[in-house]
């Protein structure tokens, strides 16, 4: 028997995990990041939509350069960024 549990917005919080990999990328190509705050809607589409429209870009390359950039950071530092949500949420 498997249980398969879904984390990432369930249980846990991956905002800084995932904007601090998405800073990175950009940073490493040069790019303008806007602040993090603003990139919570980066959580949740697919990394390569993500990375076109903040590159403004639709460059296949550069696209796939930014998400390995964001992987590698992810893989290392970023997965381990997550916290847990504090107390019920919801309802009463």
Excluded at 1 to 20: A, K, N, Q, S, V
Excluded at 55 to 62: P, T
């Amino acid at each position: 028997m498997y249980i398969l549990f879904d984390l990432d917005g369930t249980l846990i919080d991956p905002f800084e995990g995932i904007t601090r990999c998405i800073v990175h990328a950009l940073s490493a190509l040069g790019r303008p990041c806007p602040p993090r705050k603003s990139l919570s809607w980066c959580i949740g589409p697919p990394l390569s939509e993500s990375f076109a429209r903040l590159l403004g870009s639709g460059d296949a390359r550069l696209v796939g350069k930014a998400v390995a950039l964001y992987r590698e950071r992810f893989s290392d530092v970023g997965l381990f960024e997550n916290e847990a949500y504090g107390g019920p949420r919801g309802g009463p």
